[in-house]
């Protein structure tokens, strides 16, 4: 089982393919050279460009799971108000 690389590994591939690609490789030629795939190398740097910490992946995974909470609430509570009724009008 591959583990992840650490960041520190991300960068230090990040520069070897850029120091690759000024030497005259092409990208896919200095992607393969630094055992990457080209995907990957893409991935990587954007997220090289612009970090997402992991604080702003956590805020927006609760920002979702507190939306799918409240749509649940209403739907309930709908249903609680349907029951009620159905048994105040139930002989």
């Known amino acids: 089982m591959r583990k992840r690389p650490r960041p520190d590994q991300i960068a ?3 520069r070897a393919v850029q120091a ?3 030497a005259g490789l092409n ?3 200095a992607c393969r050279k630094g055992g990457i795939g080209l995907t990957t190398y893409y991935r990587w740097k954007a997220l090289q460009e612009n970090p997402v910490s992991g604080e702003q ?3 927006s995974e609760l920002e ?3 939306g799918r909470l409240k749509e649940l609430v209403a739907e309930l509570a709908l249903d609680r108000r349907m ?3 159905a048994l105040k009008k139930k002989p």
Do not use: M, T
């Open 64 to 66: 979702n799971e507190n």
């Open 20 to 22: 690759d690609l000024q």
């Open 12 to 14: 230090k591939i990040l």
């Open 57 to 59: 992946i956590k805020i």
């Open 83 to 85: 029951l009620q009724e």
């Open 27 to 29: 990208i896919n030629q």
